[in-house]
């Protein structure tokens, strides 16, 4: 008897429905900061692509260079 009234009484759903509140918000604000961690990871993996890229074009720009020195080299071109 006393048992159902206190299941069923007013102040037992509010402390529920808090804790339940509480839980919620904590749980979004662990959500928001693993979110915002994974952005800053995603910024620097695309910075880190956007350099390998930046990098393989001066690899060919020097072996460019380089194929042209080697054909002035051979050809005494001047």
């Given at each position: 008897m006393f048992q159902s009234k206190?299941?069923?009484?007013?102040?037992f759903?509010?402390?529920v429905f808090l804790i339940a509140f509480?839980?919620?918000i904590?749980?979004?604000s662990i959500t928001y900061?693993?979110?915002?961690e994974l952005d800053k990871i995603s910024d620097s993996i695309i910075n880190t692509y956007e350099i390998s890229i930046e990098?393989?074009?001066l690899i060919s720009h020097?072996?460019?260079?380089?194929t042209g020195h080697r054909g002035y080299i051979i050809t005494n071109d001047s």
């Open positions: 206190l299941f069923n009484s007013i102040g759903i509010r402390a509480f839980i919620l904590f749980l979004a900061r693993h979110i915002k990098l393989g074009q020097i072996k460019d260079a380089e």
